[in-house]
């Protein structure tokens, strides 16, 4: 399968996105995956699964994924998922233990939007409200830096030496969001969050690009369209604006062309697009 990938600044990510078809993407360095609406081969090695809502496309390879790790004597998947969805997947996923015979090792995860929880020591994650058609959520990777005081920045070494031996505490924790992860969503998911927009990389549907399928309709559906991002270009505050989830009735090289047109070049200087690799191209 002929997959995506994008890298920056240290963060790597591969998968897949169609509107309607699937969209799996995952961050191997972090044992991380967000959605899974179908599996590739390896795809169930990764232990953390971040659900953003339950359609199919999302969702339809998570049974398969849990399956093939209780097959695999691997340790039980770490779900999280909208709370709203808690007892319909809890029920759901014995349902499929009992058709396959055997038992369904799972962790189930509610998240409380908001709320972050540690992936190790660098990296944490949270859950935040987007607006689609079911209860839905994206998340945001935040990764914790120690740095020092700005009221100590200007002393050197020998100075900085004698500040720990007296036991002066020097440092601080920085914790900064580098990472979103929209699902499908109304605008509002990146208005609405200002983690969102100052993520150094945003990873964000765009599921509609022209006239024939209008704002209107578009939000009607839960998605955002290229002229609302377009509308609120300014809002944006991310080093890297990822688009996926295109409708699959565009070509690439319309959806190229248009996302161009329609963007200010400031913004359109840092859109990448989450193609598969032969496609990947931006110029």
């Not at 997959?3 to 969209?23: C, D, P, V």
């Not at 914790?144 to 002066?168: C, F, H, M, W």
């Not at 109304?186 to 927009?197: A, F, G, N």
Request: with cysteine; proline share 5%; glycine share 4%.
């Amino acid at each position: 399968m002929d997959l995506a990938e994008f890298e920056y600044s240290g963060i790597k990510i591969q998968g897949y996105s169609e509107g309607g078809i699937r969209t799996s993407i995952i961050w191997p360095n972090l044992d991380l995956a967000f959605d899974m609406g179908n599996t590739y081969p390896g795809q169930t090695r990764y232990k953390n699964l971040l659900l953003t809502h339950s359609h199919l496309d999302h969702f339809a390879g998570v049974p398969y994924y849990i399956s093939q790790r209780s097959l695999q004597r691997l340790q039980p998947p770490n779900i999280y998922y909208p709370k709203e969805i808690h007892n319909d997947l809890a029920e759901l996923f014995k349902i499929y233990s009992r058709l396959e015979d055997f038992e369904y090792k799972v962790n189930l995860i509610p998240m409380e939007l908001g709320k972050r929880l540690e992936l190790n020591k660098q990296y944490s994650f949270a859950a935040h409200k987007t607006f689609h058609r079911v209860p839905s959520q994206g998340y945001t990777v935040y990764e914790t830096k120690v740095k020092l005081k700005p009221e100590y920045a200007d002393l050197n070494q020998s100075e900085i030496v004698k500040l720990k031996e007296r036991g002066t505490e020097i440092s601080q924790k920085i914790i900064e969001p580098v990472f979103s992860f929209s699902g499908d969503t109304k605008i509002e998911y990146v208005l609405e969050h200002e983690d969102v927009r100052k993520s150094k990389v945003l990873f964000l549907e765009c599921t509609y690009l022209d006239e024939k399928k209008d704002v209107e309709h578009t939000r009607l559906w839960g998605h955002t369209h290229l002229f609302e991002i377009a509308e609120h270009a300014e809002k944006f505050e991310n080093e890297r604006l990822i688009l996926l989830h295109f409708s699959p009735r565009y070509s690439y090289k319309f959806i190229r062309e248009q996302v161009q047109k329609k963007l200010p070049k400031y913004l359109w200087d840092r859109v990448e697009f989450f193609f598969p690799a032969k496609h990947s191209a931006k110029k």
